[in-house]
């Protein structure tokens, strides 16, 4: 039986756990914390996470429970998950702004559309969207349409549209048998082929925004955002790598567009090694949980639970849940 399911799941977990720590750290002071190859071991009984890993749970509940992928039954299950994640007492790992200030909207009962942070891209938006690209039965038009609007409920600008749709596409090919080092060019042409569609049957008004005359305008600004970053990507990989911060051709990743990117660019330089490619993504400059939970997600999309040390599965927070998403998708 395929672990696909439970190896993305468990290895954005296991990366969020190793760059929690990293997050507000230099480079240098990473190294000097746990060596130049930066953190390989989980600590912790059991080794917390962060809102990462709750949200990722929060949106993969919420389409386990869903009667049909269609934005009628999602849209009421999201909220009800992201609010429920919102007044947790757990929900204490130093959340995004965005993901607070949009879920205070949304527990007034205010369409989304209003409720959404309509300027931000943060990485909030595709660091929780893994579990779309899990779901079997799901065509590659729902996939889209599902990532963008789980997307949207927080995040409203089109390039966290953009780019949730692209990780979500990157973890169904990784999952389906793509090897890692195909997906750059693959989601370069999803870029093009999607520049001029908007979806809106998902996302209703949300393009009605000010200076912006068409739904295409709007939804074209987050694709050439995300071309701009791949371009990026291509020229980091057709570098030699130097060990250095994964961050500095790629971005910080405290935005959507660059967590995606140096996700897997810290994917693709160690996909022989998943364990290091964690260990590589928790020690950069930016957003290291982010950044490190979607290189989980990548490799662990491709290679299943064999990708990560046996003993992590019983000392990761959350383990049942993950578990229990696993085996359904699975």
């Not at 590659?140 to 349409?145: D, F, I, P, Q, S």
């Not at 998902?202 to 694709?223: H, K």
Request: overall charge negative.
């Amino acid at each position: 039986m395929s672990t696909a399911a439970s190896g993305c799941l468990f290895g954005l977990a296991y990366g969020d756990a190793l760059g929690k720590p990293t997050e507000f750290m230099t480079v240098a002071e990473i190294k000097a914390t746990y060596g130049p190859a930066g953190p390989r071991d989980l600590v912790g009984d059991p080794a917390l996470v962060t809102d990462d890993t709750q949200m990722a749970l929060a949106v993969g509940k919420a389409l386990l429970e869903a009667s049909a992928p269609t934005p009628q039954a999602l849209e009421p299950l999201l909220r009800a998950r992201f609010l429920e994640w919102a007044a947790s007492p757990d929900n204490n790992r130093a959340p995004g702004m965005t993901c607070l200030r949009a879920c205070a909207e949304l527990s007034l009962g205010k369409p989304w559309t209003q409720a959404t942070v309509v300027g931000s891209k943060g990485c909030g938006a595709n660091m929780r969207v893994a579990a779309v690209g899990l779901v079997p039965g799901y065509s590659l038009e729902t996939l889209a349409g599902v990532a963008q609007l789980q997307a949207a409920l927080t995040h409203g600008h089109p390039t966290a549209l953009a780019a949730s749709e692209l990780t979500a596409y990157a973890i169904r090919l990784s999952r389906d048998g793509a090897e890692p080092a195909t997906l750059p060019a693959a989601l370069r042409a999803r870029c093009h082929d999607q520049r001029d569609t908007y979806r809106a049957e998902w996302l209703d008004t949300l393009w009605q925004q000010p200076g912006v005359p068409s739904p295409a305008e709007f939804i074209s600004r987050g694709w050439d955002d995300c071309l701009d970053v791949l371009d990026r990507l291509e020229l980091a990989l057709s570098m030699t790598d130097d060990g250095e911060d994964a961050c500095r051709l790629t971005g910080a990743g405290w935005i959507a567009e660059e967590a995606l990117a140096t996700g897997l660019l810290c994917a693709l330089r160690h996909a022989d090694d998943p364990v290091t490619a964690l260990a590589r993504a928790a020690a950069t400059s930016g957003d290291s949980d982010s950044i490190a939970c979607l290189a989980g997600a990548f490799l662990g999309a491709a290679y299943g639970m064999t990708a990560w040390p046996a003993g992590w599965r019983e000392q990761i927070e959350y383990r049942e849940q993950l578990a229990a998403l696993g085996e359904a998708w699975d």
